[in-house]
């Protein structure tokens, strides 16, 4: 019986605005991995790129951190959301000598992926020699 694993990645700090960022996360949501990237690739949105980083981070993280080998094919996000980042407070003149305030919005993605251990091909051999 195959077991699942999880792992996860951050991308913090992402200079676009979460709500923007939020549309693109929810076109992968709930996708393998492999699907997600091609989708991403032919995103035209600035935020495709960062989310793309994301998951093939979290991606590498559950290839390479598990102490088990995963089978790639069954790699799947299962968790992807957005969160609002720091704020950066800047200003911008106006007339008569004034400053109005505006704020620098940044984002925080947050990936899991999900991935089945691979089936050992050598317990099946075993069991039938034993029969």
Known sequence: MA???????????IDIQPRKT???????RDRYVAD?????ENTPRKAATAVKKAI?????NLLNNSKVSIDPKTIRI??????SGT???RYKPASRG??????KISSNIFVEV?????VKKTTEKVEKEKK
């Open 3 to 13: 077991t699942t694993h999880f792992a996860h990645a951050y991308e913090k700090g």
């Open 22 to 28: 939020n549309i693109v996360a929810s076109l992968v």
């Open 36 to 40: 997600a990237v091609v989708i991403l």
């Open 56 to 60: 093939e981070s979290a991606n590498a």
């Open 78 to 83: 299962a968790r992807i959301f957005v969160t």
């Open 87 to 89: 704020r950066m407070r």
């Open 98 to 103: 004034r400053a109005l305030p505006f704020e």
């Open 114 to 118: 999900a991935g089945e251990e691979k």
